[in-house]
């Protein structure tokens, strides 16, 4: 593992740009949880704000709202069978962290729980209450106030997917289990009228 | 260019479980438009609801507060410089259909006009108006009401990807241009506690 480097907030959007499955993590009054999502999305550039949908009967809904934040840690594809494993089971029941020896530092604004270890990047984010669209869609907003990465991918505001970081590749929930990795980067090129 | 079959409604999430970036098309009044949105995510199974992030510049939102629809459609690897083409460019200033040859047919419900060539899925939706969350971030929601695939990677309510579908394969902008296509589909295998 790669020391993690700090993403300027300008350039924070792009870690989700593409729509990899996400870990949410959250805690508040000494409890803590992992829960994976794939429907989570940018909303703006600046100020950098996101969107992720947490469902009512969730935990991790309890510590986002009693701790005023969350974070969004992106899983590469060797952390495919542990973002389905916490996606699977209730942290009412367990401290997922212990259950499946997750490591977790504290992000640096706000405290939230954030993974390093088989990630490629993580977000911290400020809970911006919407109480319309949490309940009616399940809808979360967040500002993001502090974004690391492994500079093996994302450097200088950019990814790199290559073959020497195939570890990193952020994974993409099919359903039921089933994940698409992202690879094989490739620039567009101007089209031509038809 | 297979035959597109219809995908049941409860499977439409799936279309966009995984993140691609997609093509937003509308009509109204005998006006047209295509724009790219890296920034969309379901929100609900059922009933099968999304979200998508259309900024207050862009003519398709003038053209979805008008005509009450949008449509989603998946581009395939093959469509990458065309994504990038359509996201480049204002539909103010021109048919974007006609300038690049986009063919289009009329989505089932609403007419929404959706994109089979080079697309993997489209998902035609009803606007649900939320006037808060469109003026603080640009972001609409929407209800699946008609959804189908290219059976060649999607069937069953279940996505395929082969060596076979490459050129369906889902790409998924990581800004500026650059992209990275889903592949290398993998089941998650269940994990032990540590």
Sequence with gaps: MSAFQPVEL????RLINHGPTVLVTAAHHGHRNIMAAA?????????PRIA???DKSTFTRELITGGGGFALCIPGANAIDLTYAVGSCSGREMDK???FGVTSTNAPVLGMPVI???CAAWLECRWLPEAHTEDAYDTFFGEVVAAAADPRIFSEGHWHFSHDNADLHTIHHLGAGKFVIAGNQIAAKALDPA
Tied chains: 1, 2.
């Design 10 to 13: 300008h350039h924070a959007s």
């Design 39 to 47: 429907w989570s999305m940018p909303v703006e550039f600046t100020p």
């Design 52 to 54: 992720v949908v947490v």
């Design 97 to 99: 962290f212990a259950h």
């Design 116 to 118: 390093e270890q088989g």
